[in-house]
């Protein structure tokens, strides 16, 4: 009378045999490596058919080894269930079969409940009579929780393990296997030693079912238990674009976007992701290192016994994460100049000589407390090819982007030393002074209004009147403090002299330069129209300062950096498309193409023998770029390119104050830019710059002997015979005011 009363209101199975689990936001690179996945529910659907034959062993033999036997219920294990709860004296054991199991977790409550199991029973009866066993298995194979958030034994492989299921061992598909029954109590992360004797039952079950062998079941016994720690780590460390991905996402489809499935391709390469990433961590950390040892980040008690060492600094460090490859460690003893320390998942380490060079002198007793190498002190260490070595977490910051500058897309993005510490995107949200960096812009509009590379210009002290910089007295100063006197407009922006990006900013007039720097793609906001313009005074972001360099790689188009290329759907159906204009097709062209020649040829120069000559390193000569140093120190900048690619590389701290008076753009930054760029285009030809249309060649003298020169057909004179009208047009003498400017 129950069952003819009840059968008929079960609910529908329609959740069943049209199922649609929650699937996880997945943010990709263009060649297809993940980088990211938001949701509240981590899981990857699998079909059962592509499910290793020893895992659904595994999982069969944990939880229901007659599942192809029986139609539901397993009287025969609710018999021997019922005999072992009997003889232990209390339930311990409640022979809910596979299909039990998915009859409760897609329409039941786990409560238990009398009406409840009932329910339970007859929903499996229903459940088989409409499915297939196959399709049962592949629906508790996606289904079931697993701890640390994994539905689903596919995404559990990735978490707990960092693999697909096709490469798991025996050893591990068992401790899998294992975790149904009780994901919290057997969960090897959290509770290693009841993961493991769990995953011994399991073991001991498929050999005595005989799906693995003597050997097998003896080799899995042995094999040493290890899960990943950190489970959200992937192979290419793009955290900041994985979030800026997310963001752009739930913009178009709200909460949906943790739910459906989409996924999300950028435009990253991964070696050159993964490349920005090294480049820029080493160039933080090298900076790090001139700078001196501060001390331990904190300190922690230590208990007596050794035994309990590793539970205890687990649970005190639960709050001090890994920084990349810089982990946390405990010093535990010191003495005779070198300290042992208990690493984070790694134990004990001694370091001596070379790898405690960087701070030993905190091991004196004399300096503060707090500044001591001493028992209890929180350290970073990090494994290289010579072994430990000691290391702290930097306070400077630093930011990498490279983009194609003929369509815009992203191929590397660094918005900082560790997006665990600072999820703050220095590449797209940091307005920074651009200091030197920017000048090739007034020289681009000094061009315009008819300077020329040849222009001799007078590198001299000047006083600037208060009112033509805000009513403020200036007496500007080149970086070095000295002045060159004469020198052409090519030599200057070679040795980055101020006080000539003045006197042409001067000359043009800081509206028409404010009013310029628009074609590539400046703020007229960000960059008041006063003489400081002319030294990177106003505000940019470093994914502006990429924009910007690329008209002058692609001749003179504007275009718009993007990092999305698609968006897919669950089904691998494109619902988004990004369409990027193209330099020489759709891009509008915003600059003259022999202006942007000549800025080339210019900045060839400036890391040929100018402030950027360490880029000879590279052997190539087809590079170009300039150094960028503010006020103070306070930011440290390299943009430079080659026309297949543009980076930009800055490194500077949150709260600007100075990085220090040896710092520079050619010292702090360009090496993050080099060795990223070295990488990037290695095997890629050197390109052959042609002369474009327009623009003639003259022999002319210079600090580095006779050079050709180029200058606008139009317009071929050189020097003092050349001058600006109001107009902006060249013309053949040059006023008085302007002769007071030049010269």
């Given at each position: 009378?129950?069952?003819?009363?009840?059968?008929?209101?079960?609910?529908?199975?329609?959740t069943l045999t049209d199922y649609r689990?929650?699937?996880?936001?997945?943010?990709?690179t263009a060649d297809g490596i993940q980088?990211?996945e938001f949701g509240e529910e981590r899981?990857?659907?699998?079909?059962?058919?592509?499910?290793?034959?020893?895992?659904?062993?595994?999982?069969?033999?944990?939880?229901?080894?007659?599942?192809?036997?029986?139609?539901?219920?397993?009287?025969?294990?609710?018999?021997?269930?019922?005999?072992?709860?009997?003889?232990?004296?209390?339930?311990?054991?409640?022979?809910?079969?596979?299909?039990?199991?998915?009859?409760?977790?897609?329409?039941?409550?786990?409560?238990?409940?009398?009406?409840?199991?009932?329910?339970?029973?007859?929903?499996?009866?229903?459940?088989?009579?409409?499915?297939?066993?196959?399709?049962?298995?592949?629906?508790?194979?996606?289904?079931?929780?697993?701890?640390?958030?994994?539905?689903?034994?596919?995404?559990?492989?990735?978490?707990?393990?960092?693999?697909?299921?096709?490469?798991?061992?025996?050893?591990?598909?068992?401790?899998?296997?294992?975790?149904?029954?009780?994901?919290?109590?057997?969960?090897?992360?959290?509770?290693?030693?009841?993961?493991?004797?769990?995953?011994?039952?399991?073991?001991?079950?498929?050999?005595?079912?005989?799906?693995?062998?003597?050997?097998?079941?003896?080799?899995?016994?042995?094999?040493?238990?290890?899960?990943?720690?950190?489970?959200?780590?992937?192979?290419?460390?793009?955290?900041?674009?994985?979030?800026?991905?997310?963001?752009?996402?739930?913009?178009?489809?709200?909460?949906?976007?943790?739910?459906?499935?989409?996924?999300?391709?950028?435009?990253?390469?991964?070696?050159?992701?993964?490349?920005?990433?090294?480049?820029?961590?080493?160039?933080?950390?090298?900076?790090?290192?001139?700078?001196?040892?501060?001390?331990?980040?904190?300190?922690?008690?230590?208990?007596?016994?050794?035994?309990?060492?590793?539970?205890?600094?687990?649970?005190?460090?639960?709050?001090?994460?890994?920084?990349?490859?810089?982990?946390?460690?405990?010093?535990?003893?010191?003495?005779?100049?070198?300290?042992?320390?208990?690493?984070?998942?790694?134990?004990?380490?001694?370091?001596?000589?070379?790898?405690?060079?960087?701070?030993?002198?905190?091991?004196?007793?004399?300096?503060?407390?707090?500044?001591?190498?001493?028992?209890?002190?929180?350290?970073?260490?990090?494994?290289?090819?010579?072994?430990?070595?000691?290391?702290?977490?930097?306070?400077?910051?630093?930011?990498?982007?490279?983009?194609?500058?003929?369509?815009?897309?992203?191929?590397?993005?660094?918005?900082?030393?560790?997006?665990?510490?600072?999820?703050?995107?220095?590449?797209?949200?940091?307005?920074?002074?651009?200091?030197?960096?920017?000048?090739?812009?007034?020289?681009?509009?000094?061009?315009?209004?008819?300077?020329?590379?040849?222009?001799?210009?007078?590198?001299?002290?000047?006083?600037?009147?208060?009112?033509?910089?805000?009513?403020?007295?200036?007496?500007?100063?080149?970086?070095?403090?000295?002045?060159?006197?004469?020198?052409?407009?090519?030599?200057?922006?070679?040795?980055?002299?101020?006080?000539?990006?003045?006197?042409?900013?001067?000359?043009?007039?800081?509206?028409?330069?404010?009013?310029?720097?628009?074609?590539?793609?400046?703020?007229?906001?960000?960059?008041?129209?006063?003489?400081?313009?002319?030294?990177?005074?106003?505000?940019?972001?470093?994914?502006?300062?990429?924009?910007?360099?690329?008209?002058?790689?692609?001749?003179?188009?504007?275009?718009?950096?993007?990092?999305?290329?698609?968006?897919?759907?669950?089904?691998?159906?494109?619902?988004?498309?990004?369409?990027?204009?193209?330099?020489?097709?759709?891009?509008?062209?915003?600059?003259?193409?022999?202006?942007?020649?000549?800025?080339?040829?210019?900045?060839?120069?400036?890391?040929?023998?100018?402030?950027?000559?360490?880029?000879?390193?590279?052997?190539?000569?087809?590079?170009?770029?300039?150094?960028?140093?503010?006020?103070?120190?306070?930011?440290?900048?390299?943009?430079?390119?080659?026309?297949?690619?543009?980076?930009?590389?800055?490194?500077?701290?949150?709260?600007?104050?100075?990085?220090?008076?040896?710092?520079?753009?050619?010292?702090?930054?360009?090496?993050?830019?080099?060795?990223?760029?070295?990488?990037?285009?290695?095997?890629?030809?050197?390109?052959?710059?042609?002369?474009?249309?327009?623009?003639?060649?003259?022999?002319?003298?210079?600090?580095?002997?006779?050079?050709?020169?180029?200058?606008?057909?139009?317009?071929?004179?050189?020097?003092?015979?050349?001058?600006?009208?109001?107009?902006?047009?060249?013309?053949?003498?040059?006023?008085?005011?302007?002769?007071?400017?030049?010269?």
């Amino acid at each position: 009378m129950a069952i003819a009363v009840t059968y008929p209101r079960l609910p529908s199975l329609e959740t069943l045999t049209d199922y649609r689990p929650k699937i996880p936001l997945r943010v990709y690179t263009a060649d297809g490596i993940q980088i990211g996945e938001f949701g509240e529910e981590r899981r990857a659907f699998v079909p059962i058919e592509r499910v290793p034959l020893l895992m659904k062993q595994a999982i069969l033999a944990a939880e229901d080894d007659r599942f192809y036997e029986h139609g539901g219920i397993d009287y025969t294990g609710v018999a021997r269930a019922a005999i072992y709860n009997l003889m232990s004296g209390h339930a311990q054991s409640g022979a809910s079969t596979i299909t039990m199991q998915v009859a409760r977790n897609f329409f039941l409550s786990s409560e238990k409940t009398f009406t409840r199991k009932f329910n339970e029973v007859l929903l499996s009866f229903k459940i088989e009579h409409s499915l297939s066993k196959d399709k049962i298995l592949e629906l508790y194979f996606n289904q079931i929780y697993l701890g640390q958030r994994a539905y689903g034994f596919a995404s559990a492989a990735q978490i707990y393990y960092g693999k697909p299921l096709e490469q798991l061992t025996v050893a591990e598909m068992a401790m899998l296997a294992g975790l149904p029954k009780a994901p919290s109590s057997y969960n090897p992360v959290v509770n290693p030693s009841r993961a493991k004797l769990r995953q011994q039952y399991v073991l001991r079950r498929m050999h005595e079912l005989r799906y693995i062998t003597d050997a097998q079941h003896e080799a899995a016994r042995a094999e040493p238990t290890y899960v990943r720690r950190a489970t959200e780590t992937f192979s290419v460390k793009a955290e900041y674009v994985a979030e800026m991905a997310r963001q752009a996402v739930v913009d178009k489809y709200h909460d949906a976007a943790y739910t459906q499935g989409y996924k999300v391709y950028t435009t990253l390469l991964s070696s050159h992701q993964t490349n920005a990433y090294e480049a820029a961590r080493r160039g933080v950390l090298d900076y790090d290192r001139r700078h001196g040892y501060r001390g331990p980040e904190g300190f922690i008690e230590l208990p007596s016994t050794e035994a309990q060492l590793p539970d205890w600094i687990d649970e005190h460090l639960i709050d001090v994460k890994d920084a990349g490859n810089l982990l946390p460690a405990v010093v535990l003893s010191t003495g005779n100049n070198k300290i042992k320390v208990f690493v984070r998942g790694n134990g004990k380490v001694e370091l001596s000589g070379k790898a405690l060079q960087f701070a030993v002198h905190a091991l004196n007793p004399k300096l503060p407390p707090a500044q001591q190498l001493r028992r209890g002190a929180i350290v970073r260490v990090y494994a290289n090819e010579q072994g430990w070595q000691i290391s702290q977490m930097p306070q400077a910051e630093v930011a990498m982007v490279s983009m194609d500058p003929q369509n815009g897309a992203i191929r590397a993005l660094v918005g900082g030393f560790d997006f665990n510490r600072n999820h703050f995107n220095h590449v797209t949200q940091a307005w920074r002074q651009p200091g030197s960096s920017f000048k090739p812009f007034i020289y681009s509009a000094g061009i315009e209004r008819g300077f020329t590379t040849a222009t001799m210009i007078n590198d001299a002290p000047l006083e600037i009147d208060p009112a033509s910089i805000g009513g403020q007295h200036w007496e500007p100063k080149n970086f070095d403090g000295k002045f060159g006197g004469m020198m052409t407009m090519r030599d200057a922006l070679t040795k980055s002299k101020n006080l000539v990006s003045i006197r042409i900013l001067q000359a043009i007039s800081p509206d028409y330069a404010q009013t310029y720097i628009g074609k590539f793609g400046f703020e007229a906001s960000k960059h008041p129209a006063y003489l400081t313009m002319a030294l990177g005074a106003g505000s940019v972001t470093a994914l502006q300062m990429a924009e910007g360099y690329s008209v002058f790689a692609n001749t003179g188009y504007r275009i718009r950096s993007y990092y999305i290329d698609r968006i897919e759907d669950s089904r691998g159906v494109v619902v988004a498309k990004t369409a990027p204009e193209v330099a020489g097709k759709t891009a509008p062209r915003t600059l003259d193409a022999r202006n942007a020649f000549i800025m080339t040829s210019m900045m060839r120069d400036v890391t040929r023998y100018g402030t950027a000559a360490k880029t000879n390193v590279l052997n190539r000569s087809d590079l170009a770029g300039k150094t960028g140093t503010t006020n103070d120190t306070h930011d440290a900048w390299f943009a430079g390119y080659q026309p297949g690619l543009v980076a930009v590389a800055w490194l500077g701290f949150d709260q600007p104050r100075s990085l220090g008076g040896a710092e520079t753009g050619g010292q702090a930054a360009l090496p993050i830019w080099i060795n990223y760029m070295g990488k990037a285009l290695k095997g890629v030809p050197e390109y052959q710059y042609t002369v474009p249309e327009g623009v003639i060649t003259k022999t002319v003298e210079s600090s580095h002997g006779p050079r050709e020169e180029y200058f606008y057909a139009e317009f071929p004179e050189t020097n003092s015979e050349l001058g600006l009208e109001n107009g902006g047009a060249a013309q053949q003498s040059i006023d008085e005011d302007v002769k007071d400017l030049l010269f």
